[in-house]
C-alpha cells in the first residue's frame, strides 16, 4: 500500500508537505520520499523507514528544502518519488497501486525503443517508473497520463509535479481516493482526507474515478472529465483507513462500528466483554458492544513507544514475534474469562492464532473469535494488500483445498464465498479448529456494504466475492 500529499502554494510549502506526508504513515513500511520545486528546480529525498519514523528521517532534509510546490509519499517498497526528464519537460512522479501487467508493460516499451529500466532488490521494475515511461509514449502530457491508465491493469493514482502545477490522476475505477483541500494560500492533494485539516485545510473537492485535474494557486481545472464506474476498496475502511479519514463520505471510524454493530445482531454467544485487536480492531469491537450490551475492555495492551509497526521487519517469523511482544497482558481482565476477540480481517491466520495462544496461556477459559470483513478468498488484483506471494498463503484457501482434495474451480470457490451455504460453514469451521479458537465468526458481505453507506454496486469486493 501506500500514501502521498501534494501541496501548491502562494509561499512556502515545506512545512504542510512533510506533516501532509507524515500523516500517511499509517499506510506505508519502507519508503518515504519529498520533492520540492523552486527557481532552482527540484530538491529531493527519499529514505529508508522501515526501522525509524518518517518524521526522524525527514527533518534534516526539511531544514534544507523551499519552494512553493511539492509532493511526497510513504511508499510499501519502491522509491519515490522519481525525478524525470522527458520531451514532455522535467518533472516529478508518485503513484499507489497495482500493476498486475508490469512485465508485460515493459518487455512492450522495450521492443518499441525504450533503452532501460532500473531493476529494484529482487528484480523487479519500480512501478512509479514504468508509469512514467507509459506516459513519455505520448506526445503531451494529458494524453500520457490517459494513455497510462488506460495500458495499466489493476490500479494507479498518481501525482505528478512541474513548473505548471501539480496534476492529480486518480485510477480509471477510483479504488483508491484522491481528494482536494484548500486553504487561503493554495491547495493541497492528498490520499487521505483528514491529512490535511490540522494543517488548516478545508476539503475542497474529491476527484472521481479516472479524472485527472491541475492544480495551481490559482485553482483547480478538470482536465479528464470522471467517468461513471466507480469501484472503491471496502478494505480502506476496514482496515487501511485511518479512524479519522473518510472516503466518499462515509467515516471509517463510523462505518467500523456499524460493521462490529451489524455482527452483534447476528449472534449470540455469552461472553463476560468484548475486545478489539488494536488498533483497528477497536472501533469494530465498541460497535458489536454498543449493539449486544456486553462490556468493552481491554484484556490487552498494545505497546507501541518503541514498536510502530508489528509488520516492519521483512521475514514473517519475525514479525509474528515482534507483534506478539508487542502485547502487554492485564489479568485481572482476562482470568478464567470468557472473551469475544475482533480483529479487522484473518488473512494468513497466524497472528490471531498466536494472539488466541497468549490469552489462553494467560488465564482466558474462551476465546471466540470474530472477522470484521468477511473471508478473504481471493488475492487482490487492484492493491498491494498484502505481503502474500500465493493465495495458498491465505488461511481460507488452505482450507478449501482440504475440504476439496486440492480440485478447486471458479464454481466451487463462488459456493465457499456464500454466507448461507454449507461449503462456508465447513470452511469456518475448518479454519476455527485449525487456529484452536472458542468459536469463529464472520461479517457478512451484504452487512460490510451496508456498513459503508454508499451505492454497493460502488464497491470493490473482489476479495471476498471474486466479482471484479
Not at 472529465?225 to 485511518?242: A, E, H, N, Q
Request: hydrophobic share 35%.
Amino acid at each position: 500500500m501506500g500514501g502521498f500529499f501534494g501541496v501548491v502554494s502562494k509561499h512556502d510549502c515545506v512545512f504542510d508537505l512533510f506533516f501532509g506526508v507524515d500523516y500517511h504513515s499509517h499506510l506505508g513500511t519502507r519508503r518515504g520520499g519529498m520533492v520540492v520545486l523552486n527557481e532552482n528546480g527540484f530538491n529531493r529525498a527519499i529514505h529508508n523507514i522501515e526501522n525509524s519514523p518518517f518524521r526522524t528521517k525527514f527533518e534534516q532534509d526539511v531544514a534544507n528544502m523551499n519552494g512553493n510546490m511539492g509532493i511526497g509519499c510513504i511508499s510499501d517498497y519502491e522509491s519515490q518519488p522519481l525525478i524525470v526528464r522527458s520531451h514532455h519537460g522535467n518533472y516529478a512522479i508518485t503513484t499507489v497501486g497495482k500493476i498486475n501487467n508490469s512485465k508485460e508493460l515493459a518487455d512492450s516499451l522495450l521492443n518499441n525503443g525504450h533503452s532501460h529500466f532500473l531493476e529494484m532488490s529482487g528484480g523487479d521494475i519500480n512501478p512509479t517508473e514504468l508509469v512514467a515511461s507509459l506516459i513519455n509514449q505520448r506526445e503531451n502530457l494529458i494524453d500520457g497520463i490517459k494513455y497510462a491508465q488506460e495500458q495499466v491493469d489493476g490500479s494507479i493514482t498518481f501525482l505528478i509535479l512541474n513548473e505548471k502545477g501539480l496534476y492529480c490522476s486518480r485510477d480509471k475505477y477510483g479504488r483508491t481516493p484522491l481528494v482536494i483541500g484548500k486553504n487561503d494560500d493554495g491547495f493541497c492533494a492528498s490520499f487521505e482526507s483528514f491529512a490535511y485539516l490540522n494543517l488548516g485545510y478545508k476539503e475542497y473537492k474529491q476527484l472521481g474515478p479516472g479524472e485527472v485535474c491541475v492544480v495551481t494557486t490559482d485553482g483547480v481545472k478538470t482536465l479528464v472529465s470522471p467517468g461513471d464506474k466507480m469501484r472503491i476498496c471496502t478494505f480502506l475502511w476496514v482496515y487501511y483507513g485511518y479512524p479519522s479519514s473518510s472516503y466518499e463520505g462515509t467515516s471509517v471510524e463510523k462505518m467500523r462500528c456499524s460493521c462490529g454493530m451489524y455482527m452483534a445482531m447476528r449472534d449470540n454467544v455469552k461472553l463476560d466483554c468484548v475486545a478489539g485487536v488494536p488498533d483497528s480492531g477497536t472501533a469494530h469491537a465498541i460497535g458489536y458492544s454498543n449493539q449486544s450490551g456486553i462490556p468493552f475492555q481491554r484484556p490487552f495492551i498494545k505497546y507501541t513507544p518503541t514498536w510502530p509497526r508489528s509488520f516492519m521487519p521483512p521475514i514473517q517469523t519475525k514479525r509474528n514475534l515482534i507483534a506478539k511482544m508487542k502485547l502487554i497482558p492485564v489479568h485481572a481482565l482476562i482470568e478464567n474469562k470468557s472473551l469475544l476477540l475482533i480483529d479487522d480481517s484473518i488473512v494468513r491466520g497466524t497472528q490471531m492464532r498466536e494472539t488466541t495462544e497468549f490469552l489462553y496461556d494467560n488465564g482466558a477459559k474462551e476465546v471466540h473469535v470474530r472477522s470484521a470483513c468477511p473471508p478473504i478468498i481471493y488475492g487482490c488484483k487492484y492493491l498491494n494488500f498484502s505481503r502474500s506471494t500465493s493465495e495458498m498463503e491465505l488461511i481460507t484457501r488452505r482450507m478449501i483445498d482440504k475440504l476439496e482434495n486440492g480440485k478447486i474451480t471458479p464454481e466451487v470457490l463462488a459456493e465457499y464465498s456464500d454466507p448461507n451455504s454449507e461449503k462456508y460453514a465447513q470452511m469456518v469451521e475448518e479454519i476455527r479448529k485449525e487456529l484452536k479458537f472458542t468459536s469463529l465468526g464472520f461479517n457478512r458481505i451484504d452487512d460490510l456494504k451496508k456498513a459503508c453507506e454508499i451505492d454497493e454496486n460502488k464497491l470493490c469486493t473482489y476479495c471476498w466475492d471474486g466479482k471484479e
